[in-house]
């Protein structure tokens, strides 16, 4: 059981540095889709805000994805894509892996929303 929560790199729930890397992800995401926002004078509401970085999210785990079966297919654009990104992109994750890297990065877009909004929320205030 603790194989699936930890330790087993794209199987488990936390596996590995990508772990950071796709709550990393979801703080990005969610700086551009509020810094975006804020370019077009606009205020972007919560669900507008959780939908676009989700779907952001999604496109991410698809590109993994299309990674992996270039390679499964032993396509050039797989080889040439070898030279400049690590061979961690073209391995195969688990569903729990793939769900975690959404939940993950989720979660760094909810914080980030969450902290951005109340910072500048402040700043109006004043």
């Known amino acids: 059981m603790i194989d699936i929560l930890y330790g087993i790199p794209d ?3 936390l596996d590995s540095y990508w772990t950071a890397i796709h709550f990393g992800s979801g703080l990005l995401i ?3 889709l509020i810094l975006y926002s804020r370019y077009q004078n ?3 509401d919560p669900v507008t805000f959780g939908r676009n970085g ?3 999210l999604l496109i991410w785990e698809l590109f993994e994805l299309s990674l992996r079966y270039m390679e499964k297919l032993e396509l050039k654009l797989a080889e040439y894509l070898a030279i400049f990104l690590p061979r961690s992109f ?3 994750e688990s569903l729990i892996n793939i769900a975690s890297d959404l939940i993950l990065g989720s979660i760094g877009l909810y914080l980030i929303y969450q902290y951005l909004q109340r910072r500048f929320k402040a700043k109006r205030d004043v």
């Open 11 to 13: 199987q488990s729930f």
């Open 30 to 32: 969610g700086i551009a």
């Open 42 to 44: 606009k205020k972007i």
């Open 54 to 56: 989700f779907v952001l």
């Open 90 to 92: 073209f391995e195969i």
